[in-house]
C-alpha cells in the first residue's frame, strides 16, 4: 500500500520529550513515511532531548534569537515552515500541545489544506490568560485541528462541548508515560555530575522547576522564599533546582537560593537526567506541565507552583495538590508532605490517570483508521 507521509513539528524541550516516542513508532512502522522539522524555538534545551533519543530531524528552521518575541516566532516559524511543506506535501501533520509553534505550524498547514493531528489535545483552564499564551494556542488549535489525540476522557469532554466531531477525537492516554518507559533505569549515572553526588540515601530530595511566564517576577520571589524557609526548617531534606535560562528566572533564582544550604541549584537537565532524579526523589514541586504528569507516574506526590492547571484529572486522582503562589500556602503544603505520611502516601499510592504507556500505538491507530488503513 502506499504509505501515509507525515511530518510531525516540533519545537521546545517538553515538546520533544513528549513526541519523542511517537515519532520514533512511527519511524519503525513501513506504513509511514515519516518526516521530522524542528522549529527550534527552543535551542539548547531542545537539542538535548534530541540527541537522548536519537532523534534526526529531517528539517531545522534555526528559528531562535536573543529575547525573542512571540510576534518573531509566529512570522518566522510560518515563512520557513511554509516552504518545507510546499516541498514535502505531507498527508498530514502532527503537532504536541500548546506552544507557539503548535499553533503556528497548525495555521500555516491549514492554509495549505493538510490535515493536522494534535497530540495532547484538549486540556484547558478556561481562561485564556493563564497559562498565556498556551491556554489560546490550544483552543485556537483545537479548531484547526482534524485529529484531536486526548491523554484523557475530561479532555475528550471539553471538545465535544467546543463542537469537535467525536468522530476526530481519540483518547490515548499521554505519550510522556510511554517517553518514561525508557528513560528510567536501575542504579543510573547522572550526567550531570553534581546529581552524582547527592545522597539520595539520607536526603529527602525535592525536585524543584519553576519558570513559566505567569510566575515571572514577584510569583517566582514567593516560591523563592517559600524554598528557603521550608529548607531552613528541615535538616534532611535537599532541594534540587534545575533552573531555566530565561534570565529573568536565572536572575532572581540565582539572587535568592544561591549558596544556600539544602539547596542545590543547576543548569537544565537533559530528560533522562531529570527523570531519574523524579525517580529517586521525595516529592515534587513544579509549575510545569509535563511535570505533573511524569512524576505521579514514579509513585512522587506534587505540588503545583501555579493558580490553575489545565490538568484537573491530576488532581481529582489525588496525585498532585494546586498550592498556588502565596508563600504561605507552599511552605504548608510541603511541610504537610514532609511531616504527615498518611497524606503522602496517600498521595503517592493515587493511581495516575495519563495512560498505561501506549499513548504512541493509539494515536498510529487513530491516523490509519482516519485514512481507512489498518
Do not use: W
Amino acid at each position: 500500500m502506499n504509505k501515509i507521509k507525515i511530518m510531525s513539528v516540533f519545537g521546545t524541550r517538553p515538546d520533544a520529550i513528549k513526541m519523542a516516542p511517537l515519532v520514533k513508532s512511527l519511524a519503525n512502522d513501513n506504513r509511514f513515511n515519516s518526516v521530522i522539522c524542528v522549529t527550534g524555538q527552543h535551542r539548547e534545551m531542545l537539542d538535548q532531548v534530541i540527541d537522548v533519543f536519537n532523534i534526526k530531524p529531517d528539517y531545522d528552521l534555526k528559528i531562535m534569537k536573543k529575547s525573542q518575541t512571540l510576534q518573531y516566532i509566529t512570522t518566522s516559524i510560518m515563512e520557513k515552515l511554509g516552504k518545507v511543506l510546499d516541498d514535502e506535501s505531507p498527508d498530514i501533520m502532527l503537532v504536541h500541545g500548546d506552544t507557539a509553534t503548535c499553533l503556528v505550524s497548525s495555521l500555516t498547514a491549514f492554509y495549505r489544506k493538510i490535515p493536522v493531528g494534535h497530540v495532547e489535545a484538549g486540556l484547558r483552564t478556561f481562561d485564556v490568560y493563564s497559562p498565556f499564551p498556551e491556554e489560546m494556542n490550544r483552543k485556537l488549535v483545537g479548531s484547526l485541528a482534524t485529529l484531536h489525540f486526548c491523554p484523557t476522557n475530561s479532555n475528550y469532554q471539553n471538545l465535544l462541548r467546543e463542537g469537535v466531531n467525536k468522530e476526530n477525537l481519540y483518547i490515548t492516554g499521554n505519550t510522556v508515560i510511554d517517553a518514561l518507559q525508557t528513560t528510567i533505569t536501575d542504579n543510573y549515572k547522572f550526567s550531570n555530575d553534581k546529581l552524582n553526588q547527592v545522597d539520595f540515601k539520607n536526603k529527602r530530595v525535592i525536585t524543584l522547576t519553576a519558570h513559566r511566564n505567569e510566575n515571572l517576577g514577584k510569583p517566582l520571589e514567593d516560591i523563592c522564599d517559600a524554598v528557603l524557609e521550608i529548607s531552613s526548617q528541615f535538616d534532611d531534606v535537599l532541594f534540587v533546582y534545575a533552573v531555566h535560562l530565561n534570565p529573568a528566572v536565572m536572575n532572581v533564582v540565582y539572587k535568592k537560593l544561591d549558596n544556600h544550604k539544602n539547596i542545590l541549584l543547576t543548569k537544565p537537565l537533559n530528560v533522562r537526567d531529570l527523570h531519574n532524579l523524579m525517580n529517586k526523589s521525595f516529592m515534587v514541586m513544579t509549575d510545569s506541565g509535563g511535570l505533573q504528569e511524569e512524576a505521579p507516574s514514579l509513585g512522587k506526590p506534587v505540588l503545583v507552583l501555579r493558580s490553575e492547571t489545565e490538568r484537573p484529572e491530576a488532581i481529582n486522582a489525588g496525585t498532585v495538590k494546586l498550592s498556588g503562589v502565596n508563600k504561605d500556602n507552599i511552605v504548608k503544603d510541603a511541610i504537610e508532605l514532609l511531616t504527615n505520611e498518611v497524606v503522602y502516601n496517600k498521595m503517592a499510592t493515587a493511581i495516575n490517570p495519563y495512560g498505561d504507556g501506549n499513548a504512541s500505538k493509539k494515536i498510529i491507530d487513530g491516523i490509519l483508521s482516519h485514512f481507512n488503513k489498518e
